[in-house]
């Protein structure tokens, strides 16, 4: 869909130098579908290739606009997705083990890693925190 407008676009002359407003609009939209993309597919192997593919750029287009937009690497950003929700489900009581599975981390080391360096603490020590403050409330 991407593809094709920028291809009419190209073929009937409306992409112009990059302070144009055809040109922004294609990064823009080209940003926000990779970012509904990678949440839509969160659980899957987001990596740069298969990304690229997706929306039929180079890895270097695709990661240079996508930084320059966000402000985070698409690794960071996936990454950071990927820890909100197993935050979420260690909350909503699921087994960190079953969480960090279904988010699309390839094993518990780098998600334990990635989880202490993002919040802090390890993802039990999270979970017993939660239990803790679930018990002074009742």
Known sequence: TLFIVFIISLVLGLLTPIGDIP???FIRTMQAD????IE???EEDLSLEKLATQFFVSK???SHIFKDKTGLSIHQ???KKRLALCKEAIQGQMNISEAFQMVG???YSSFYRAFKKEFGISPR???????????ILI
């Open 77 to 79: 950003y996936i990454t």
């Open 40 to 42: 839509e597919h969160i």
């Open 34 to 37: 990779t970012m509904e993309y």
């Open 23 to 25: 040109y922004t609009y």
């Open 125 to 135: 020590e999270y979970r017993n925190l939660i239990a803790e403050n679930q018990q």
């Open 105 to 107: 981390f390839g094993d």
């Open 60 to 62: 270097y287009h695709i």
